[in-house]
């Protein structure tokens, strides 16, 4: 089969993509390219499209407009070929609930024409961690231990490129540290790993990042560059009525965009001669108690909420 011709330092290229649901446009001309042994995240909410990107590029379902190949195949015309080429870790857990792990192991590389101990050093390190329980039923595994196997049997057949779909979604924070762990160690193997997440933390995680809202990507760069071109300065502010505080925030003509993060709000000034007592004396002025307002650096997350408000 003809390898397309598509330059061998990428290993996922998308052109244009598009695709609807009824009335619904899942993607919008969705365009980037990853390049190999690259960790590429596609960061974003939950309906943003993410999941059916990654269905399209695995070959699960075909787009309506546009082109894609993973790792140089067409996704349309090599189907067959991709699927022998990728690993895909979909967000919901998919394993045969009533075999062990042992035996959700051995199916996924008889499926593949392989075996356990041909590609054992690759999934060693994460295997180890689980196989005190391989007797176990997939079903009875915490969540933690599901996703350990579940990247073990999207390993088996030594994929070139691996597909993870929001694979740390419910999963404790521990195991989302540990799983991130492993993806470095993967990337040092050589393997290229397109993941997807709603966790704005995990995008520093990346090599590259896509934000994405609404089936359209916002911006495509690394984590750093992402956020040294946030614009204006950034402020957390909080006082004693949080909820009256970001109404009065927003209500406020220096205002560009403010949002609740966690205990404080973020709040860009449009005012380049702002001046934290202005603020405060405002904010006393429409009875706000115990303020505290400090300067803050900016992170994936008020970059995200900055352009998707655009």
């Known amino acids: 089969m003809e390898i397309t011709n598509i330059n061998s330092d990428i290993a996922i290229s998308c052109d244009t993509i598009s695709k609807k649901y009824g009335k619904i446009e899942a993607l919008k001309n969705i365009k980037f390219d990853v390049k190999r042994g690259e960790i590429f995240g596609i960061i974003g909410p939950d309906g943003a499209g993410k999941t059916t990107l990654f269905r399209i590029l695995t070959t699960l379902i075909l787009a309506e407009a546009g082109s894609a190949a993973v790792d140089g195949f067409d996704v349309v015309k090599d189907y067959k070929e991709i699927r022998k080429r990728v690993g895909y870790m979909p967000g919901r857990f998919s394993l045969y609930q009533d075999l062990s792990v042992e035996e959700n192991l051995n199916f996924f590389a008889t499926v593949f024409n392989t075996t356990v101990a041909e590609n054992y050093d690759l999934i060693k390190d994460i295997y180890v ?60 193997q050589g393997i290229t790993i397109l993941v997807s997440t709603p966790y704005m933390d995990e995008a520093t995680l990346c090599d590259r990042i896509a934000l994405i809202q609404n089936g359209q990507f916002l911006k495509i760069d690394t984590p750093k560059n992402i956020v040294s071109q946030y614009e204006n300065k950034l402020w957390a502010v909080e006082s004693d009525n949080m909820h009256k505080l970001l109404i009065d925030l927003r209500a406020n003509e220096m205002t560009k965009n403010c949002f609740a993060f966690g205990d404080k709000h973020h709040i860009s000034i449009n005012n380049s001669q702002f001046i934290i007592h202005n603020l ?29 408000q655009r």
């Not at 996703?147 to 195991?175: M, N, R, W, Y």
């Not at 004396?281 to 900055?306: A, G, W």
């Open 129 to 188: 961690q689980i196989e005190p329980f391989k007797k176990r039923r997939a079903g009875k595994l915490s969540g933690g231990m599901k996703q350990k196997l579940a990247l073990c049997c999207a390993l088996i057949h030594k994929p070139s490129v691996l597909f993870l779909d929001e694979p740390t979604t419910g999963v404790d924070p521990v195991s989302r540290k540990e799983f991130w762990g492993m993806l470095k160690k993967l990337k040092a």
């Open 280 to 308: 405060r004396f405002e904010l006393e002025k429409l009875n706000h108690t115990n303020i505290l307002i400090s300067e803050i650096e900016p992170t994936v997350e008020d970059c995200f909420m900055q352009l998707s």
